[in-house]
């Protein structure tokens, strides 16, 4: 399986430019794995390209693998979007960050949780990024398209 945006898409994706939360399904998955319904291997199976991304630019958390119990959970942040290679930008700075936000096209930033222990991977949420054109020229490519609020064009770093 080569590195895409569907290696890191745990769950159903969704289309949009909406902030994108996916903690109610990795709730879900969890409380299944406890009840024996879902194996272990079917959750822990991160791509290797993550797991060497966790452990090499990860932003460390506070927050102890689910699964395991053994490992504090590493974010990784990818970036998505036109002109980006297909397997996506791993963002590993603040300033990273703040350079995509700053970009014409639509982006997607992925960020997604890891363990690098027992390889249990989720997909925490999807935020839009860049898509600084002009306001006009906007509403004429997209008239339904709800409004983003221009604050959401940066997210804000992980706090879990
Ligand atoms: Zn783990």
């Known amino acids: 399986m080569s590195f895409s945006v569907d290696t890191l898409r745990t769950g159903t ?5 909406a902030v994108v939360d996916h903690r109610l399904e990795r709730r879900a998955l969890i409380n299944e794995y406890r009840r024996g319904r879902l194996r272990r291997e079917q959750l822990c199976d991160a791509h290797p390209e993550l797991i060497r991304a966790a452990r090499n630019v990860g ?12 490992t504090n ?5 990818y970036v998505f979007g ?10 590993t700075t603040k300033k990273d ?3 995509f936000a700053g970009r014409s096209e639509d982006l997607d930033a992925y ?14 949420r999807v935020l839009p990024l860049g898509g ?3 306001r006009a020229a906007r509403k004429l490519a997209a008239p339904d398209a709800p409004a983003a609020p221009d604050s959401s064009d940066a997210p804000a770093a992980p706090s879990t």
């Open 13 to 17: 994706g969704s289309g949009g430019r």
């Open 59 to 70: 932003t460390p958390s506070k927050v102890i693998c689910p699964i395991c119990e053994e």
């Open 73 to 77: 959970l590493t974010l990784v942040t």
């Open 82 to 91: 036109p002109r980006l290679p297909s397997h996506g930008r791993c963002v």
């Open 97 to 99: 960050l703040a350079q």
């Open 111 to 124: 960020v997604v949780e890891a363990c690098i222990n027992c390889r249990w991977h989720h997909l925490l």
């Open 132 to 134: 600084k054109r002009p």
